[in-house]
Every structure is written in C-alpha cells, then in structure tokens.
C-alpha cells in the first residue's frame, strides 16, 4: 500500500529533489523560528533561486541586473476554493459571447465539489446575486441558474466587482483560496469608467480583504489592457477566450492550476543597496517599492510552476565597496501546513579588469535579459500597431527577433524559441495588414497580446 512514504522518506521530498536548483552559497544570517516562520534556506516544495548578470561591476557599466527565479515542486495539495465568478450580461454580450461565457461557467461548476464555495454575480448598467456564496450542492440546479442569463444593458465592470468581492468576503476563510473571476466581452460605460480608479479599487479589495482577482476577456471588443491591468492589481491571471474551445481551455487551466497549491500566502521582499543603484523596471510580476525595498506578492506557488522575474537597476554611482542584494521569500507550505522563509544575497563588488568582467557574465541572466527585453518590444510593437503607425511597430519587431537571433545562444533556447516565433507570427501578419478587416485586427492583438503576456509570465515555460 503506497503511503506517500518510500524507504522511510516522504515521497513528495525525493520527486522534488529531482527537479530542484543547486543550492546557492547562503550568505545571510539564519533565524530559525523567525517571526515570520521557519528558517529553511533548501526546502524542496519551493525553490528559490537568485543570481546577478555580473558578480562585478565593470567599467562603464550603467545597468544591474537581478534575476530571481521561484519553482515550484512537481506535488501539490488540494485547497477548497471560495470563488464568485462576475458575469458580464451587457447588451454586447448577445450570440457566441454569452454561449462562451455559459460553456465557461458549467465547465467550472462541473469542476468544484461540496468543499468548495462559489457564487455568480451578473452585472450591466446595474449588479445583483444570481447565486449566493454557499458550498456547491446541486450542479445540475446551479448550472439550470444558467438559463436565466440574458444580455441587456450597459457595462458596470465596477458594480459587478464590488458585489463579486462582497460575495467572496461572505464566506471568506484563510484556509481557502479566496478569488473573484471576472468575465467580460466590453469597456465600462457605466459606474467607475476610468481604467486607473478600477484598477486602484481591485488593488484595493484584494490587500485589504486578501482576495485575489483573475480576468477573463470574451471576443474581441474588450480592452485587453485593462483586463490585463485588473488581473495584475488583483494578484491573478488574464485569460483570452476567443472561440468556444477557449472557454473551456483557458478556464480550464486556471481551475487546474487552483486546485494544487505548493504553496501560499508567498512574498518576496528584495533590499538593494539604493546609495549606488536605482531600480527602473520589474519584469515578469507586479510590484510595490516600501521604503527603498522591492515587495512581490505571488499568493501562490502552484507544481512545477516557474516564476521568473527580472529586476533592472540603473546605476547612480561608481562603488567604492562590495554591495548586497538581499532577498527573503516567505510562505506558506502546504505539504507540511508550516510558515517557512528562505533568504539569499548577491553580492556585487567593484571590478576595473575588462578581462575579469567578460568571464564572470551570467549566460543564465544574459537569456533573461534577452527574453523580456524582445517581450517589452513586442508588447511596444502592438501599441504602435494599434495607433497605425506600422513603420515603428515592424521596427521594434525586427529589434525584438534581432536580439534573440544574434545571441548565440538563440537557437538552443526553448524561451528564446517560442518569443521568436510569437514575433515573428505578429510580424507577418502586417505584410497584408491593408487586406485584413478591423475584425481580423483586433483579433490578432489579442490573441499575440495574450501570448506575449503567457511568455512573460512563463506560463506556457
């Protein structure tokens, strides 16, 4: 009989020392039982990982780069969810939309048992309760709720979110994972219109009430930034649902990611030495500075999920000394139900030998850099796309597969390879760009958008 246990070790530790980093030289000072948890700088569910694209800084150099990088174990744990899905019923939603956003829906109900929670607001001009937070009985009952759904009215994206997460905060309990999805196909007309006060307000409700968001835009008129923006305030994910395999696939793979957790409630907090360096970009997760230090709340870490994520600091002045980077990761391990801290620190020293510099360059970082720099380019190249200035969005996409291509590197490279091939899809789409209809535009921004956004998350990694 398996008992999870394997000549007297649990399992679930020898399948994660399978996949797990080296472990980096730890230089920070210990503190078992830290306030914040138990000291572990090599537990296996999480594994952290950080590194510097030079352990010097050279002559002339003016940015420094921090690369992090969290995995998550290959074993999970099963968390009951508290969910309430805000459902756009505007007038836009008639015909496929509204079928998309049903097919969604039962495939979510059909996926959720009596531990978990769930309830469905609606919303148009006004926002109402289909379906109270309540422990999932019925799924036929519930999904026969389904029905009564019919388009009308505006888009109050702001009512449909204030009910949403009042519904979640009902029922809410910290052994959950307590979450909003929002679905819609438009841009609000009604309520709370400006992009930036919906996004302060879900930034809002989640810190405060420890309640995640993740979006879902349904066709093609939505604005994809927003609903990017909505999810990264709300600390969740974007999803595009184009057609009907979409609505199941992409709810899909956000119910599975759910539904196995390594890990929650994670923080990463990074001190660098501010005298020297100014932070100017943070690639790959949202960000807060607090007090000269930089604070990124993942919420959870799922199996086998990378998280990587690249700082880039500019440099103020010439070091006189050896600097720290100093990182702490706090969470919550699920397979073991303890609070645990892992640190590490990178240290950077002054170096004025350009021999010495060439041969302690990090390939590893110098991919990282590569890959979200063409990521930023593509993303730039859109934006131009969409304001018809053509000339500079194929600039940027021949700068973007530039980089890749002459790194050499580029080829052996699997992220490398899929942030190639996405641009270069996007670019040969504008060969013709003249034949194509304002359908088939908005549609491939979309769709490239959201691949872009699924490569800089290392989602499909």
Known sequence: MNNGFKNGRPLHRLICILTMWLPLPLLAQTSANNAAGNYSPNDTVVKLKTALDNIYLCPNKKSVYLYLDLKGCSLGKRIPLNISVVFDRSHSMKGERIHFGKIALEYLIDHLDSTDNMSIVLYDHLAEVLHGSEPIRNKEELKKKLHHIHPRGATNISAGLDLGFTEVKSTYNSTKINKVFLMSDGIPNEGITDFYLLERMVKLYSSKNNITLTSFGLGHEFDEVLMHDLAEAGGGHYYYIENAEDASKELGMEVKTLLSVVAKNVSLSIEFPSDYLELTNVNGQHHTLVNGMVVI?????????????????????????????????????????????????????????????????????????????????????????????????????????????????????????????????????????????????????????????????????
């Open 297 to 461: 709340d993942l919420n959870e870490v799922h199996p086998n999920e990378t998280n990587g994520i690249l700082l880039k600091f500019n440099v103020l002045k010439k070091l006189d000394t050896p600097v720290l980077f100093n990182t702490s990761l706090v969470y919550e391990n699920m397979i073991t139900n303890t609070k645990m801290i892992q640190k590490r620190m990178n240290v950077l020293s002054p170096q004025y030998n350009l021999d010495t510099c060439d041969k302690t360059t990090s390939e590893a970082v110098l991919e990282k850099i590569i890959y979200f720099s063409s990521n930023d380019l593509l993303e730039s190249a859109i934006v131009d796309a969409e304001n018809n200035d053509i000339v500079s969005a194929k600039n940027k996409l021949k700068k973007g597969k530039g980089i890749i291509s002459n790194d050499g590197k580029g080829a052996q490279s699997a992220l490398l390879t899929k942030q190639y091939k996405t641009i270069d899809d996007y670019d040969k789409h504008w060969d013709d760009f003249h034949n194509k209809s304002e359908h088939e535009i908005k549609k491939i921004h979309k769709k490239t958008r959201h691949q872009n956004y699924k490569h800089r998350k290392m989602k499909d990694s």
